[in-house]
């Protein structure tokens, strides 16, 4: 997906061994649309050379503030104009120190320091050895940084080149890639907890067969991630599916439905928007056997009694913060035929606001899907497009139509 297209990215190189995940991260930036121009410091390019960045970017590499191929010979001045965003990764525990005491003896920090603060956001992605991270004076200067203005983004965990095991790795390149995408999002539901439901439920007959149905979870952890993107808390609460959770949502793996119930009900307090994408069962097996069941020799299979699952979505339509406008809760139909009929009768039954209508069979397990959009003045589509793509268009009108509320 081109999530970067139309961004002019400069990212910085600093002395760190984490250089060499710089490449794989400026491939990473091109390939979502991005333009990247590299500035490295002479410690960096102790790690990695500016001939490899150079291949990888396609530009030359700024690396000292001298640098006469500028008319005006003003490479900070320059360099920093154009970019959307500096991105630094690795930045190490020196290059942060210098940043906060505003010190510009090398192009980068100049770059820096000589950015338009307002309009070209500076991001860091720290890396050392985990000593160092958890040294006070490192974690000092990460705290004044943020105050200032600097978005600095997390760390890993693990193995460290030093030997050491431990925070302070450099995050890798998909992660970092994902968090620069989130950053140039909109951000409509900033500080708001959202709550998600996705995938099939599991229903037990017996310790080694279940009812359970073909949903992938792929459109509920969408709009899980583009909720994230939008600057919500995020809460994911999980059938059993195989899929990496969003990052920076908060996962809850549940089997059952009644399972989900209990960890929607001890979520739902805090939400202000709750979607249930997920395909719940309606019925489960009213008693689960605690052995296999066999084959009879009747060749007849023994006759199974279910019972009504809750019913989640409505239980939360009816709850007093969603009836005072304090919960807004967004349904899912996915039906095989009759969309609209089928969405509008299920909007009233379970008394949401809106329910997103889509067709079962031609999405289940697929990367795209198109949504119809029922509420109580009518219906609008979202055309056929990626998951991610109509899950941030989902999340925006939920957010206008949260904003219109209050
Ligand atoms: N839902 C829920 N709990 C249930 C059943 C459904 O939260 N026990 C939610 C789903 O997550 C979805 C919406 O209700 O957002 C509609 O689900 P769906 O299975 O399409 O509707 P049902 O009420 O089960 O109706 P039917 O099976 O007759 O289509």
């Excluded at 190490?92 to 940043?99: G, I, T």
């Excluded at 050491?164 to 390149?173: I, Q, Y």
């Excluded at 599991?202 to 994230?228: H, W």
Aim: net charge neutral.
């Amino acid at each position: 997906m081109n999530d970067l297209a139309g961004k002019h990215i400069v990212l910085g190189l600093t002395g760190g061994i984490a250089c060499y995940k710089a490449a794989e991260l400026c491939r990473a930036l091109i390939k979502s649309g991005a333009t990247v121009q590299v500035v490295m410091t002479q410690a960096a390019e102790q790690f990695i050379t500016p001939v490899t960045m150079q291949a990888l970017s396609n530009r030359p590499v700024y690396d000292s503030q001298w640098d006469a191929r500028e008319a005006n010979n003003m490479p900070h001045i320059n360099l920093s104009r154009e970019a959307d965003a500096i991105l630094i990764a690795p930045c190490s525990a020196d290059f942060m120190a210098k940043l906060l005491h505003g010190r510009a003896d090398d192009l980068l920090s100049l770059m820096c320091l000589a950015r338009p603060i307002a309009e070209v956001p500076l991001l860091v992605a720290p890396a050392m050895n985990r000593e160092m991270w958890a040294h006070p004076a490192t974690q000092r200067n990460l705290a004044q940084l943020a105050a200032d203005g600097t978005v600095v983004l997390g760390v890993g965990n693990g193995d460290q080149a030093c030997g050491e095991t431990g925070d302070g790795r450099m995050l890798e390149p998909d992660e970092l890639l994902l968090d620069v995408i989130a950053f140039f999002a909109p951000k409509p539901l900033q500080g708001q907890q959202v709550l998600v439901t996705a995938g099939p439920t599991f229903e037990a007959i017996d310790p080694v067969r279940g009812i359970t149905n073909l949903s992938s979870g792929k459109m509920g952890f969408a709009i899980a991630r583009a909720a994230q993107e939008a600057g919500a808390h995020v809460t994911l609460v999980a059938g059993p599916v195989q899929l990496p959770t969003p990052r920076g949502v908060t996962r809850l793996d549940v089997t059952s439905a009644l399972d989900m119930h209990q960890a929607v009900s001890a979520q739902l307090d805090r939400a202000q928007v709750f979607i249930a994408t997920a395909a719940v069962a309606d019925w489960r097996v009213a008693t689960v056997a605690e052995q296999k069941i066999k084959k009879d020799s009747a060749g007849q299979m023994p006759p199974l009694q279910f019972t009504e699952n809750p019913d989640i979505l409505a239980m939360a339509a009816k709850s007093p913060r969603a009836l005072s406008g304090a919960l807004f809760c967004v349904g899912f139909a996915a039906e095989s035929h009759d969309l609209l009929q089928h969405a509008r009768a299920k909007r009233e039954r379970k008394g949401v606001p809106l329910i997103v209508g889509n067709i079962g069979p031609a999405t289940f397990g697929k990367d795209d899907n198109a949504l119809l959009l029922v509420d109580e003045h009518g219906t609008h589509e979202l055309p056929h497009a990626s998951k991610l793509t109509l899950a941030r268009q989902l999340v925006a009108d939920i957010a206008r139509r949260r904003q219109a509320v209050h």
